[in-house]
């Protein structure tokens, strides 16, 4: 075979070879998607059941607020010792959030106690559920009390924005409720003004059967 037939030989050869290797890609790719869009199911399931559906033999204590309407806002806040720290740092996890100046007069000390005691009554699911004390002042945190409710994570935050986004029962205050936010970042719950933490209860654990996320 002459050296101008072996050239034509390699030709095909290496046409076939491009597109084969196109091919493995493309296959490749489909494989990808289909992992992700496998691992996202439940996730995507949950949340069009939740939001989406919203059946009505669903009974709740605490009032449900459609997330589009109150995406979280940038709240310029902070840890207390000045670090930087977000809500949005606690995606995946359930946030029971309370709000509350640093002096913390007898009604903010009840949610913390709340809080710390709903999630200790969910048992083996409790690390699902984080607790979070927004502080719309610069006053200093009492340090007895920080010990005390060690685990609650306290953030300084801009009053004004946060005034802005949480909604609130008419004659109330945002100061008068615990919210909660879902995994994937979403206010979806308030919770109304001197609870009953059994009723929170049983809110707070059939979303946690149901939800596939978190």
Same mark, same amino acid.
């Given at each position: 075979?002459?050296?101008?037939? =072996?050239?034509?030989?390699?030709?095909?050869?290496?046409?076939?070879?491009?597109?084969?290797? =196109?091919?493995?890609?493309?296959?490749?790719?489909?494989?990808?998607?289909?992992?992700?869009?496998?691992?996202?199911?439940?996730?995507?399931?949950?949340?069009?059941?939740?939001?989406?559906?919203?059946?009505?033999?669903?009974?709740?204590? @605490?009032?449900?607020?459609?997330?589009?309407?109150?995406?979280?806002?940038?709240? @310029?806040?902070?840890?207390?010792?000045?670090?930087?720290?977000?809500?949005?740092?606690?995606?995946?996890?359930?946030?029971?959030?309370?709000?509350?100046?640093?002096?913390?007069?007898?009604?903010?000390?009840?949610?913390?106690?709340?809080?710390?005691?709903?999630?200790?009554?969910?048992?083996?699911?409790?690390?699902?559920?984080?607790?979070?004390?927004?502080?719309?002042?610069?006053?200093?945190?009492?340090?007895?009390?920080?010990?005390?409710?060690?685990?609650?994570?306290?953030?300084?935050?801009?009053?004004?924005?946060?005034? =802005?986004?949480?909604?609130?029962?008419?004659?109330?205050?945002?100061?008068?409720?615990?919210?909660?936010?879902?995994?994937?970042?979403?206010?979806?719950?308030?919770?109304?003004?001197?609870?009953?933490?059994?009723?929170?209860?049983?809110?707070?654990?059939?979303?946690?059967? =149901?939800?596939?996320?978190?």
């Amino acid at each position: 075979m002459t050296n101008l037939d =072996a050239g034509k030989t390699a030709e095909p050869s290496a046409a076939a070879n491009a597109a084969a290797d =196109a091919r493995r890609r493309r296959n490749g790719r489909w494989k990808m998607l289909a992992v992700v869009a496998v691992c996202a199911a439940p996730m995507i399931a949950s949340y069009f059941t939740y939001y989406v559906i919203k059946p009505e033999s669903r009974n709740n204590y @605490g009032a449900l607020i459609d997330p589009r309407q109150y995406p979280i806002p940038d709240l @310029g806040s902070s840890a207390l010792d000045g670090s930087k720290a977000a809500l949005e740092d606690y995606k995946g996890k359930w946030i029971m959030l309370q709000v509350d100046g640093a002096d913390c007069a007898a009604p903010c000390r009840e949610k913390l106690f709340t809080m710390r005691q709903l999630r200790l009554m969910q048992g083996k699911e409790m690390e699902r559920v984080e607790r979070v004390w927004l502080v719309t002042d610069k006053a200093p945190v009492e340090t007895m009390l920080m010990r005390e409710y060690d685990g609650t994570d306290m953030l300084r935050v801009d009053a004004a924005k946060l005034k =802005a986004w949480l909604p609130v029962e008419p004659g109330t205050s945002v100061q008068d409720h615990i919210y909660l936010i879902d995994p994937l970042g979403n206010l979806m719950m308030r919770f109304p003004k001197s609870p009953d933490p059994g009723k929170m209860k049983k809110d707070i654990s059939k979303l946690l059967r =149901a939800s596939a996320i978190g």
